[in-house]
């Protein structure tokens, strides 16, 4: 004892720097792992954090135990951080990396080496034996480095279930030649009615995507303007232009209008609806819609979209980019009318309204959570010819579809459709996905009719607006889990056998939520397909708050989320930043999915950006195959008195519609005219990194007949990304967050951007391997589609322009690829 505590000499600046870097280190994981511990957690940081003091102390003092006791935390490290995480390389890394890099530097020559060589205490006297200790010694920590990310690299490329089942796949197969299927064009934002983003192309396939290049690009000039990247704010160019006959249309995050040559990129026309659109929170348009009017009609060909500085609907001039003079007053129908007070920025429309059956049908988005009794959000039609209101569908009114008086307004407050809707021509009907009452969190105030629409799917006649059903995904939802996107439609075999469906095959549509939950059920009666019943959830204690003591799960179809978080689940980049992660699962609530947010934070896994958005699944009709990249960001919920947030100054007091709304930062949601506000935040660690571990993203297939999961992997990188909000030039294939949507071709190829690393890939739809990607200039946040152009070949577009909410990098393009003009005739 008195040799360690009386060192013959005293250690060398380095040695002392860096026992008491090792002591600091050790004291911050003894003291937060105390508290961590108390809170009911692992006793291993406040372990290790006593051992670090020890081993830096000792080591400070000259002695080389301090080297030795370092050693042995290293390897109960290495058992702790095997135990809590198996082989998962990505869930290793912290609990690993920092600590193996700081023993290379221990035992490196400049510490381990000096310590070990000096005389007396039972130091090793040998040159050779102490550089063999410290060059082993770092070699090791360096090969450990190694197999923790070779873990992850391996979890990466993991395949799943039936990955090597590919009985019964034809390259080439396609499904009927029927309404659903374009194979030249892309119509509609989802290729058809139908919305599976699929195309019977075949030009491009497995063996010859590799050879893919840019062959064009166009730059719409189109950038955020002063104030719209603060945060509160999202600038999104979330577009996939429709393709007709040798065009395409698209439309910018301001909302103008382009035309484009599909095979050169040229461009035709721009229209500017113009406006001021500085109070609105998001500036995105994800498209334009398409209607071919009767022969003889003026402006026969028309591209139909929105403005959004005030709601107005108007109709193009598919050649000239010209308003139509014959629709509405002079092209232009002000949305508007009947609606009350819609003050700048509480209500625009984000996608491209539905065009079917000689009918304009859209809703819109409300600014969520401000207040109560926004602006309605009814369902409206419009004559595609002139424009006049056709029907509207408002729930507040019994029938909803009653026509107001001349100065009634539409029921504020109702659920609204603003996500892009599906339609079955054929049965003349209107997919229409809801949102909530507003506002999100608050339902003690609901109506009876809001209660059994919010989060509901709607099945309305286009002629009539009559409602022929009506299917609800959530029961008083409280967590704005709104149906973001309307279903895709597919033809699936009759399970029955019994051929009460079309040819032995049932009608059906494929809906995904928010929640994770794949509800797949027949497009005409409404009723499921796949088995969905009713389940136990938590219940919450908000006062005036009500609960419903039960939600809709889809049994027999594969959940789309991550599994429930566990303190072993929690991540960072060090062992310190996971260690504060742990402490902060441990205040917080979380009872699984359907937790009510409430005065003690609750995680939000997911939350309201889902497990996917607002750009959905992907079908291939033909192999009944479904795409999917899903989300996995955990969020942090905190309710709180609605004066109390007042005093943190969360946000301002607001009078009334007749006065401007001060509009409170993207988190903080005031619920005017409720008792409770309520804090929505990413739930990140001191490093700006989620608090979860990755994958933070996955694309997967599953077959809708067997409805199994085919395959699932990883899907992105970390490139582009990085504390603090740095973009790193290389990334870890972790798996990341994206925004945006895939298309799929018979050839058995996938097309997507949407993840945070700025790559365009092609996925093998049998395996999900990556068969091709490019680097963009800017996130891909949008769905791609695939047309052939006028030369014969098969283009791929993309709109890389970034998107505000995932912090991905601005832009203004569109690009195009395809095969060189001489494999594209082989």
Known sequence: MRDLLHPPRRPGGIVLITGILVGLIGLALAVLGGWLLYLGGTPYYLVTGLLLVLSGTVMSSG??????????????????????????????????????????????PWVAGRLLKAPGHG??????????????????????????????????????????????????????????????????????????????????TPDNVARLEKVWSFSTGDMPKPGEKKRGREFSFEATPIKV???????????????????????????????????NIYQACRGVSYFEAPEGTPCRQHIVSTASDLPRLFALDATTGKPCETFGDEGMVDLRQNMGPVPPGFHFITSPPMVMNGKIVLSGWVYDNQTVGEP??????????????????????????????????????????????????????????????TPDYYGGGRRPFDEAYSGALVALDATTGRERWHFQTVHHGLWDFDLPIGPSLVDLPDGDGDGDG????????????????????????????????????????????????TQPFSVDMPSLRAPKLQATDMWGATPIDQLLCRITFHHMRDDGLFTPPGLTPTIGWP???????????????????????????PFKLKMLPYEKGFAKDLYQPWSGWGE??????????????????????????????PCARPPWGQMQAIDLVSREIVWKRPFGTTRDMGPFGLRMPVGLPTGVFSMGGSAATASGLIFIAATTDQYMRALDARTGRTLWQVHLPAGGNATPLTYIGADGRQYVVIAAGGHGGIRSRNGDEVIAFALPQRDAQD
């Open 607 to 633: 939350a309201f950006d889902g497990t996917s958005d607002w750009y959905g699944p992907t079908i291939d009709p033909a192999r009944k195959l479904m795409y999917i990249n899903t989300t996995f960001m």
């Open 376 to 437: 309605s959000g009814v369902i409206r039609a419009f004559d595609a010819v002139d424009g006049h209101l056709a029907w509207s569908w408002d729930l507040g009114r019994n029938p909803p579809t009653d026509p107001l008086g001349p100065d009634e307004v539409y029921t504020r407050g109702t659920p609204n459709g603003w996500g892009v809707y599906s339609a079955d021509p054929q049965l003349n009907l209107i997919y229409i996905p809801l949102g909530n009452a």
């Open 502 to 549: 079309d040819g032995g095959t049932i009608p059906a549509l494929v809906q995904t939520t928010k929640q994770g939950e794949i509800f797949v059920i027949d497009r005409r009666s409404g009723e499921p397909i796949a088995p969905a019943e009713e389940r136990p959830v938590p219940q919450g204690d908000i006062p005036g708050e009500r609960y419903s003591p």
């Open 660 to 689: 401007p709304y001060p509009q409170p930062p993207f988190s903080n949601n005031p619920q005017h005219g409720t008792p409770f506000a309520i804090k929505v935040d990413p739930w990140l660690n001191v490093l700006g990194v």
């Open 123 to 204: 130091q090793i006297a040998g040159h050779s034996q102490v550089r063999a200790v410290s060059w082993g010694g770092m070699l090791a920590c360096m090969v450990l480095i190694g197999l923790v990310f070779a873990a992850g690299y391996r979890i990466t490329d993991m395949r799943y279930a039936r990955t090597d089942d590919t009985s019964g796949w034809t390259v080439g197969a396609q499904a009927p030649a029927d309404r659903f299927i374009a194979r030249a064009d892309w119509r509609s934002y989802g290729g058809t009615h139908a919305n599976d983003r699929f195309s019977a192309l075949d030009q491009i």
């Open 245 to 279: 006959d040798d065009s395409l249309y698209l439309c910018t995050p301001h909302r103008d209008v382009i035309a484009l040559d599909a095979t050169t990129g040229e461009r035709l026309w721009r229209f500017q609806p113009g406006g001021d659109m500085s109070h």
């Open 63 to 108: 002695h080389p135990a301090g080297v030795w006791v370092y050693v042995a935390v290293l390897i109960g490290t290495i058992a702790w951080a095997i135990y809590e995480a198996g082989l998962d390389g990505w869930a290793l890394l912290p609990r690993l990396v920092a600590p193996l890099v700081l023993g290379i530097w221990i035992l490196s």
